[in-house]
């Protein structure tokens, strides 16, 4: 029987995890908190899982909250100029659902089921050395760690990687549903300023709330996030941001309550790709996988989108390896093949974060030609399928013109 090696309890290390002990694999996922230490923390993220995503899960056995959430139906984008007054406005009914759950309590059942199917769970704070301990027992280390020094391991792309500082910076929070929101996903997009998205969430407590996320230009206008203290103080900013440069909402927040002090986040990322494989001075090597290797900014909602697709595919190629070794080959084709799925992810995000003439014409256009509605969202749940018409100026001159014949006639 092979024995896997997970670092990390993140949704790819816990995906993998559970799809190779259920394939009959040996599988020790090491994790730096216990699940009830997960439930209580601070929240990591806000993550919306596309349709894809989700029915990966689904097969998985591991949608437990399907019957309590129906998520998201709608999607609405409001368009606005930088003193509040809205130019365009884009609605749609989603044709598959769209889903926001708490991470705190999706990676702690997770954990807990992991346990339950076979998985061995190790609670440790994972070092260098303990890393590389690891090997004698196992026939493959995967790292899915995507902060600290093991991320560090991973040398940086440059030929992938775009950015050398974040292009947002970024907070978060989850405050009381207002009925607007109970299946509504909204997007704000403020000229020159930002974005704020508002969406139904469903949370530790297994409450449905709201999250609301800002996504600031940094040292721009509503940059006001830094040194935040409290959930309320950072609610205080968030209604005031509203008030100022989307007057029309504000009365949907004006009288919110956050939903308690841990449920808030500041911060910001540097999208970056990371090389796949790295190694020891022992010559050992480690493989790593989600936001590890790919990193993104949450701008378009990839990153649990990708850390799931991910760890199916490896867990798939895991699987037909058989009794073969993972070797640093195996390991590099196998990231070079999720690679030609997420490098749209990548164009996504960088037209979402500094969108050029033709994604501003295709936005447009959105507005008026339902068509074009349904191809950009769908476009969000399988990115490739953006290609070429949304990354390319002439491709995206040619597309605009056939939705237009396609009107007309």
Known sequence: MKKISIIGAGQAGLYLGISLVDAGYSVTIYADRTPEEVLNSKIPATATLFPDALQLEKDLGLN????DFLGTQKYVNKICDDRGNIK??????????????????????????FSRRGGKLIFQKMTLEDLEKCHPNSDLVIVSVGK??????????????????????VAAMLAELDPIYSE??????????GEIFQFPFYDKDKNIVRAVV????????IDLFSGIKSAEELLTLIKQVIQKYAPWNYEHIRDTKAIDNLSWLCGAITPKVRKPVAHFKSGEIVMGIGDVVILNDPIAAQGANNAIKMADLVARRIIERGDRPFDEFWRQRVFDEFWEYSQYVNLLSGCLLAPGDSVQSIT??????????????????H??????WYFHPEEAQK?????KMAVYC
């Open 148 to 169: 600290g020094s093991l991320a560090q391991l991973f040398e940086r792309d440059e030929q992938k990687s775009q950015y050398q500082k974040p292009q947002r910076h």
């Open 399 to 403: 597309y605009l013109e056939q939705k």
């Open 214 to 221: 800002v996504e600031a230009y940094p040292n721009g206008a």
């Open 184 to 193: 509504t996903f909204e997007v704000m997009s403020i000229a020159d300023v």
């Open 64 to 67: 437990f909250w399907d019957e």
């Open 88 to 113: 365009l406005n884009i609605s749609a009914n989603l044709e598959t659902s769209w889903k926001a759950i708490d991470l705190r309590i999706q990676l702690s059942v997770w954990m807990e089921e």
């Open 364 to 381: 447009i256009a959105m507005a008026e030609n339902p068509e074009v509605t349904r191809d950009v969202l769908n476009g969000f749940n």
């Open 383 to 388: 990115p490739p399928s953006l290609y070429p």
